[in-house]
């Protein structure tokens, strides 16, 4: 069996990206997204035109 991994991709495999990328995710499992403030948010997008 042959792994191919892009080379776009390699960063990812490296052990300092891998922690990272697992310490974002623990991150975000444990810090749920929000709806209360999407308008707010949208407003301000809207006004950088």
Same mark, same amino acid.
Do not use: C, G, Y
């Given at each position: ?5 892009? +080379? @776009?991709?390699?960063? =990812?495999?490296? /052990?300092? *990206? *891998? +922690? #990272?990328?697992?310490?974002?995710? *623990?991150?975000?499992?444990? @810090? %749920? /997204?929000? $709806?209360?403030?999407? #308008? %707010?948010? =949208?407003?301000?997008? %809207? $006004?950088? $035109?």
């Amino acid at each position: 069996m042959v792994t191919i991994i892009p +080379d @776009n991709e390699i960063w =990812l495999h490296q /052990p300092k *990206a *891998a +922690d #990272d990328l697992q310490t974002a995710m *623990a991150w975000a499992r444990a @810090n %749920s /997204p929000i $709806d209360s403030q999407v #308008d %707010s948010i =949208l407003e301000q997008f %809207s $006004d950088q $035109d």
